[in-house]
């Protein structure tokens, strides 16, 4: 007689269990690169905020810039069921078998901000930003605000050779090829840092008859610009008049700058990744169809005009 | 005491012939390098700021010349500098003063010194093996000490150390002018030097021969970790702000060079603190002059390969004792000319 109550009482426990599983709870799990970068941390941020607005039962895991230490996670988060993995993967290659075995457990990944070499069809879809489309949109900004002056810039790139460099400074040439009245008359590399910008920006000045001759700086960081506007402001000119400056990332620091008018534009690389991504599974567990491979993020113009100070406010808590 | 000055000017000819060179060549790319002007009461100019921007290298260089004459090297200095900035910074925007600040930053760089000597002196770990554990340890120290983003602050006074000046000089140039004479002074003017250069060349005669060999690696490795707290300040106040993934990123291998190119053998003994502070200034006038000249980047490190493999097979002793010999015949037929005038 107990023996059957407790069954029972089991299976209803069971059913309740279930019931509730299937209907929106999901679980997710995340397999993040580590703690990288600032804007790593805001994405972190982000994405477990994202999970909590949706009622989304987030797994998270810290890869620590290893690869080995995402393969683990990934196959715990396999043999633990969840309904579909978030992977932001630390390097392009090696992935095949892992996902392999997650399409054989019939569970979606979502990759995040970096894409990988295996067949497409071993994961739902990518969540990036396009690097050549952020240069675009600065050096649009830039074509937009001289309207038709001649105007001399002088370019941050960043670490010769990483993709962002390449992508960011093609985009840029795409945006002022035709306005012959724009002209990259320097570039150097800042390795994406403060320093090296500050560095690098401050040999530039004294090239250019101490800056007289330089119209705007492009970088294709905020930290970068950062340590450049503080060469220009010990060079004695004004950044954001003087020289006028656009940079890419949208970090909180470069909103201060702008609110303080030493910086003119800025184009967010999104940390929201994970918003796109849990749309898009949400959607393929409704009805089943396929997002398309690549979601491309919003590369959102910031200007001064965009107040500044409350864009600093809102970033300021995420973590970069 | 002009026989000692004559030695002296002999043993840096070569990095100061080198270090002209590289400036002529430079002003050659770029004609107004050699323009100096007052700006807002200070100097300015490409000069200045080869003086300036070399200053976290000169001052990792004063403390690893030390640490390479006793037969050390100390791979930690990039990653100290890294955990000095951004225990500045976190002191600063927690409350402190700057005195107490400055006090518990260079406090905290001696301590990372004191370690490396301790697991040197102490346990006797080969010394590349004892640094490369604060080497990589280190800037996860400093992450955790700034949560991961770059802390910046506002403090006039901190400010001060990275963009301030003192008599038309910036301050960074000051402090390592000043730190570097007073060690030179410190080490030459009394045994110390002598003392260091014996435990380099042999550790157990120097002990035997009375030298407290283990105190001295450990205050010299103490030095070394004192410099690059020093170079850490510096770089934070020059940006305002700790940035724990790339403050002094490989700048441990520029010291190296530096102090290499300033002539002093890693096999420990002879060491000269003005030939490496004169290493590191051609390191720096190459950085400068390629930024100046407007070489594409992809080329930075070629050109700086290149003229440092040139500079490096010059101060070769191959290559020194060919000068001699090539320079022998001439010498004598000189000689004989003016013996034949008489």
């Known amino acids: 007689m107990t023996f059957k109550v407790a069954l029972a009482s089991a299976t209803i426990l069971a059913a309740s269990f279930f019931g509730t599983a299937s209907a929106a709870d999901l679980t997710v799990g995340f397999s993040q690169i580590g703690s990288e970068s600032g804007w790593r941390a805001a994405e972190t941020t982000l994405t477990k905020q994202q999970a909590e607005e949706r009622g989304i039962d987030l797994k998270f895991a810290d890869a620590q810039q290893k690869q080995e230490n995402q393969i683990k996670a990934l196959r715990s988060f396999i043999a633990q069921g969840v309904d579909a993995i978030l992977l932001a993967p630390v390097v392009a290659t090696g992935w095949d078998e892992v996902l392999q075995e997650a399409k054989d457990a019939e569970i979606p990944v979502v990759l995040l901000d970096r894409t990988v070499d295996a067949p497409d069809d071993l994961y739902l879809t990518a969540v990036t930003s396009d690097l050549v489309h952020e240069g675009k949109v600065a050096g649009q900004w830039l074509v937009d605000t001289v309207a038709g002056k001649d105007c001399n810039v002088v370019e941050l790139q960043g670490t010769t050779g990483s993709s962002p460099a390449i992508d960011r400074k093609k985009g840029f040439e795409e945006a002022l090829a035709g306005h012959a009245n724009l002209k990259i008359i320097r570039s150097q590399t800042g390795d994406f840092t403060r320093t090296k910008g500050k560095e690098v920006m401050e040999s530039f000045l004294k090239a250019e008859d101490g800056g007289k001759n330089i119209c705007a700086l492009y970088a294709h960081n905020d930290d970068m610009a950062v340590g450049a506007i503080q060469a220009i402001k010990e060079a004695g000119l004004k950044p954001g008049t003087d020289i006028l400056v656009v940079s890419i990332d949208a970090v909180p620091d470069i909103f201060q700058a702008m609110a303080a008018g030493e910086a003119n534009a800025t184009v967010e690389l999104t940390p929201n990744m994970a918003g796109p991504a849990f749309d898009a599974l949400e959607a393929y567990r409704k009805d089943g169809k396929a997002p398309p491979k690549w979601i491309q993020t919003e590369s959102k113009l910031y200007t001064q005009a965009d107040d500044p100070m409350k864009v600093y406010e809102e970033k300021k808590g995420l973590g970069y | ?342």
């Open chain 2, 1 to 342: 005491m002009s026989a000692t000055l004559k030695a002296y000017a002999r043993r840096l000819f070569p990095q100061v012939a080198a270090l002209a060179v590289i400036l002529l060549m430079v002003s050659l790319a770029f004609p107004g390098f050699f323009k100096l002007e007052i700006q807002n009461g200070r100097l300015y100019g490409s000069l200045i700021d080869i003086l300036n921007r070399g200053a976290p290298v000169a001052l990792l260089a004063i403390g690893m010349t030390v640490v390479i004459a006793t037969k050390g090297i100390d791979l930690s200095v990039g990653a100290v500098m890294a955990i000095c900035g951004a225990v500045a910074a976190a002191c600063i925007t927690s409350g402190y003063g700057l005195a107490a600040t400055l006090a518990i930053t260079l406090g905290t760089g001696v301590l990372c010194g004191l370690w490396n000597g301790l697991l040197v002196a102490v346990l006797d770990i080969q010394p590349i093996i004892a640094t490369l554990v604060l080497m990589v340890a280190g800037r996860g120290i400093a992450q955790l000490v700034t949560e991961g983003a770059i802390l910046t602050f506002n403090d006039p006074g901190l400010i001060f150390i990275g963009s301030g000046s003192f008599l038309g000089l910036p301050m960074p140039v000051v402090i390592w002018l000043v730190f570097g004479l007073a060690v030179a002074l410190v080490v030459r003017r009394t045994a110390l030097g002598m003392l260091i250069e014996a435990l380099g060349v042999n550790r157990r005669a120097a002990m035997l021969s009375g030298v407290s060999t283990g105190v001295l690696l450990i205050a010299a490795y103490m030095l070394s970790g004192l410099c690059a707290a020093i170079a850490g300040i510096i770089a934070a106040a020059d940006i305002r702000g700790a940035d724990a993934n790339n403050a002094g990123l490989w700048l441990e291998l520029d010291a190296i060079l530096a102090v290499v190119v300033g002539g002093t053998s890693l096999l420990g003994g002879r060491f000269s603190i003005a030939a490496s502070l004169i290493g590191a200034l051609i390191i720096q006038a190459i950085n400068t002059g390629i930024l100046l000249s407007g070489f594409p980047p992809e080329f930075n490190l070629i050109i700086k390969a290149a003229i440092i493999v040139l500079i490096l097979v010059i101060q070769s002793p191959r290559a020194q004792s060919a000068f001699v010999w090539f320079s022998r015949p001439r010498a004598t037929a000189a000689g004989k000319a003016g013996e034949e005038a008489k």
